[in-house]
């Protein structure tokens, strides 16, 4: 069955004093004021903001300078300068996203180091988001979607993205537990006592066509309730054939505020992703073999009916503070999401990864093949944070517990018989076989897999943040975790259980060298299920383990930035042996990475990272790889670099240029390490104008027209060409 891997209260003390009118809260799972305050120069505890550089305007997810987030709440559940916190974590702001004119989160994701976002092209319900060679989680305001349902890639209610490196299963253990390579958290806009209405629309290549509109309104007169509403809809057509996507995502938002000590914000959403189902290319045809394909080739049927993915979820968050050291957050959600996918999957027989023909030269067998999925979640998270000083000490001292459970039941039912009776498709020249959707009575189908399975964790934590004079700073924490799976198989007439309880820790300190340099060390542990894995015998967990080491920096004239060495192990990797799986892999990532920025006035912004991972196997497995082997999907190295430029007043004012590249190697397709693509790299470039409520850009993507292909995580890996050139513009109007 496709499977679907599924942010308190303080900010420094100048900007305290500068939002004495807004609510400081406590949140869990984001740090945000029900005030937005004007743009104002804040001083960081690395030494402030240059006067000369970007103004720093303060955001409801916290204060930012120019392209430069100066707090994170992902890494501590605590609104902490981000050059205090021991361990990797990037921040991607709105003013990046704005700039760069990102049309998904994925490409939003290569202004992170090590990050890859899923792929465009895939079913909400695949997940190909890695971080640090290993798959990653994305979060909504600090808890798990499990399956990204919906419509993934919308940015219309994002107010920015933050990326933590590494398991952390102190903070995050939802869905099916602790996430490997790390979290995408995804941190969204919130209400302010302010009127303004903000609509627009991009359009360009390929039909793509998306209005878009962000309305906030105090409803009351003494803004003690306020409401925020974004929405955006999206209709484009691919430089794939056949191909057409209609995606919608409306987002409303209601806080009530005492505008002192406490609140309660209701967020809403309701979001869908409709389009054929993509299911890539064999990699013999594009990198390997005799011939070529059509790279822009749609394979199945022109008719084949759209698969959909649609989520409804409501999120409660209420916050108090009770005096000058206790507060409090409870975070609550609920949601739903329902996916169907409808495929005339190519195979080689009964390899349905299907990289090499069944025949001579280019013939492929077919398979009909339908998938009908629902999951219902819900998931609590309340802690209490007291913040005191003891001698020459500032302590952060976190409490919480929290609880998921996760119902999810799906269905994938294929036709075995189509792989003899359907006969073979010539790629060269493809004729295929009316797509006959298969299900209960329909032909002879089969249940390839099916599962009504029930995923819960619940835990409890304690972490203490510690800063000795201002120059030492140390995080510890602990995490007692149990994880729980209920498999039932009715077409199999199979039920298996996993309960496992582990102590998880997590430890790191941070040193000052000098104003502007620190080093930190870290290290973290994190506990994980695997959803839609038919173990030998009951389910398993898998374990991993992170160690980290680097330095941030802040070296005056705009220069910051954080650099890495850190290394990942996993054990108990489910491997498929024959029937099923058994938790008998182990991998390893090794790497170093480095995010830079450089914005030496008000003019310059520059953005730099780089990463080389090394993902490998580390046993021998018979029948999928060799110790050694490189792990698939993931390149060694990786790279961004954008340049932006506003103008000063004067002829050109309101006008501002940007342009980037981005550059990576090439990567496995499968772990047997037979196929592989080549390194590539792509230039965007994009022209904007702002003056008063208006505002216009225009963004070309590969620029260049460069020819490329990616590994594309479909049935254990397959190919996908890279995104081709296009052209977008956008206008928008705010009225306030």
């Known amino acids: 069955m496709s499977c679907a891997s599924r942010l308190a209260w303080a900010s420094s003390v100048s900007l305290m004093a500068l939002s004495s009118a807004a609510l400081s809260l406590s949140g869990a799972a984001r740090a945000q004021s029900a005030t937005e305050l004007p743009p104002v120069i804040v001083q960081s505890s690395a030494g402030g903001a240059d006067a000369s550089g970007p103004p720093v305007t303060q955001t409801t997810a916290g204060p930012v300078e120019g392209y430069r987030a100066l707090t994170a709440a992902s890494a501590t559940r605590t609104n902490t300068p981000i050059e205090d916190i021991p361990q990797s974590i990037v921040v991607i702001p709105r003013a990046i996203i704005e700039d760069q004119n990102n049309l998904t989160v994925a490409e939003a994701l290569q202004n992170a180091s090590a990050t890859q976002g899923t792929n465009p092209l895939q079913t909400p319900a695949f997940n190909s988001m890695y971080i640090r060679g290993f798959p990653a989680e994305m979060l909504v305001d600090g808890i798990t979607t499990f399956y990204n349902g919906g419509d993934r890639d919308s940015l219309v209610n994002v107010e920015r993205i933050e990326v933590l490196k590494g398991p952390n299963a102190i903070l995050y253990g939802g869905g099916t537990g602790a996430p490997l390579g790390g979290v995408v958290n995804v941190v969204s806009k919130m209400p302010t006592d302010r009127f303004f209405t903000e609509f627009g629309f991009t359009f360009g290549s390929y039909s793509y066509l998306q209005p878009y509109f962000d309305f906030n309104a105090p409803l009351n007169t003494d803004g003690t309730v306020l409401f925020r509403m974004t929405g955006e809809y999206t209709s484009a057509g691919s430089f794939i054939d056949v191909l057409d996507t209609q995606r919608y995502s409306f987002n409303p938002t209601l806080t009530f505020t005492n505008k002192t000590d406490t609140s309660l914000t209701l967020q809403a959403k309701i979001s869908s992703w409709e389009q054929q189902e993509y299911q890539g290319l064999p990699a013999t045809g594009t990198i390997a073999g005799d011939f070529r394909l059509n790279p822009k080739m749609f394979i199945g049927p022109a008719d084949t009916p759209v698969s959909y993915s649609r989520v409804q979820s409501l999120t409660a968050t209420f916050d108090h503070t009770f005096n000058d050291i206790w507060s409090a957050n409870v975070q609550a959600r609920i949601s739903k999401t329902e996916f169907r996918e409808l495929a005339q999957n190519f195979t080689a027989g009964f390899d349905f990864a299907g990289n090499a023909p069944a025949e001579p030269v280019a013939n492929w067998n077919v398979l009909n093949m339908a998938l009908y999925q629902e999951q219902k979640e819900a998931t609590i998270n309340a802690s209490a944070l007291a913040q005191f000083n003891v001698g020459p000490t500032k302590n952060k001292l976190l409490f919480g517990a929290d609880y998921s459970r996760v119902a999810d039941n799906g269905y994938m039912y294929g036709d075995f018989n189509d792989i003899f009776t359907l006969g073979y498709v010539d790629l060269l020249n493809p004729v295929y076989p009316t797509f006959v959707a298969p299900g209960p009575g329909v032909n002879d189908a089969n249940v390839i897999s099916d599962g009504e399975n029930t995923y819960t964790t619940a835990g409890a934590y304690v972490q203490l943040q510690t800063s000795v004079w201002d120059r030492v700073h140390l995080l510890a924490g602990v995490r007692v975790a149990n994880l729980q799976i209920d498999n039932v198989s009715p077409a199999f007439d199979t039920s298996s259980t996993l309960s496992t309880t582990k102590v998880l820790p997590r430890i790191g300190a941070m040193v000052d060298l000098f104003k502007g340099l620190a080093v930190y060390a870290s290290y973290s542990e994190g506990m994980k299920g695997n959803a839609f894995v038919t173990y030998v015998g009951a389910p398993q967990p898998e374990f991993s383990d992170q ?91 990786s790279g961004r670099l954008w340049v932006h430029y506003s103008f000063d007043p004067g002829p050109l004012e309101g006008w501002s240029v940007g342009a980037g590249l981005y550059a990576a190697s090439g990567a496995y397709v499968d772990l047997a390490n037979v196929y592989e693509t080549s390194s590539y790299y792509t230039i965007d470039a994009n022209v904007s104008y702002q003056r008063q409520n208006f505002k216009a850009s225009l963004t070309a993507k590969n620029l260049t027209g460069e020819d490329y292909f990616v590994p594309f995580n479909y049935y254990g890996g397959r190919i996908a060409p890279g995104d081709a050139r296009g052209v977008y513009a956008k206008a928008a109007w705010t009225f306030q």
């Open 547 to 637: 160690s980290e080491v680097g330095l941030k920096f802040d070296l005056g004239a705009g220069l910051t930035g954080s650099m890495a060495l850190f290394e990942i192990n996993r054990t108990g990797v489910p491997v498929f042996t024959g029937m099923a799986s058994e938790s008998i892999g182990e991998q390893r990532s090794r790497g170093f990475e480095a995010d830079v920025l450089w914005q030496p006035n008000r003019n310059w912004k520059v953005l730099a990272n780089y990463a080389y991972v090394d993902a490998t196997l580390m046993n021998d497995i018979a029948g999928v790889g060799t110790a050694g082997n490189q792990i698939n999907i993931v390149p060694p190295n």
